[in-house]
């Protein structure tokens, strides 16, 4: 009986395990065209103007914050971006991972407001523990909205801003 020849798998990962990180060509085109808008439009002025580079920053921020919505990036890694055009497709990367990390906090946002009130409040994080099988104690579950919200209501920049700091 003839034996079978096996193919030899190359080795490093599988083709799932190969999967890369998203980079800024994998945002849809009009989000893309948006962040590079924003990004030269900084950056035409800043030079016209010889505004300093804390400005530079300043006025980035702003703008991304108004156009994208994106109101929690680090300003330094803004001025390492905006140091030098060459480091453009480093800060291209920075605010579309930004873009993504924003998109994925508002979905849990909207899982967590089933009734669409705008805000979570402890019942919605009851309901998913209850979902996922954890006991955990309503006094708990307001010292984790607390830690974030004040006012006990977490609301969608709430969440934006655990996102950033879990790495969601």
């Not at 798998?9 to 994998?26: I, N």
């Not at 914050?65 to 055009?85: C, F, M, T």
């Not at 669409?116 to 209850?130: A, H, M, N, S």
Request: aromatic residues 2%; neutral net charge; glycine residues 4%.
């Amino acid at each position: 009986m003839p034996t079978k020849s096996r193919k030899r798998k190359s080795p490093g990962a599988s083709k799932s395990q190969k999967q890369q990180a998203p980079t800024f060509e994998d945002l849809p085109n009009d989000v893309q065209q948006q962040i590079q808008h924003v990004i030269s439009r900084t950056m035409d002025i800043s030079s016209k103007r010889g505004v300093d580079i804390d400005k530079q920053v300043k006025t980035l921020l702003k703008r991304l914050r108004k156009d994208l919505g994106l109101s929690h990036l680090n300003p330094e890694s803004i001025r390492q971006g905006l140091a030098d055009e060459a480091s453009a497709p480093a800060l291209e990367r920075l605010i579309a991972d930004a873009y993504r990390q924003t998109q994925r906090a508002h979905r849990v946002f909207r899982l967590l407001d089933t009734a669409d009130k705008g805000v979570v409040i402890v019942e919605d994080l009851q309901r998913v523990c209850q979902e996922l099988d954890q006991n955990l104690e309503e006094d708990e579950l307001d010292e984790m909205i607390n830690q974030y919200a004040q006012d006990g209501l977490l609301t969608k920049d709430d969440l934006v801003k655990i996102a950033r700091q879990v790495g969601l």
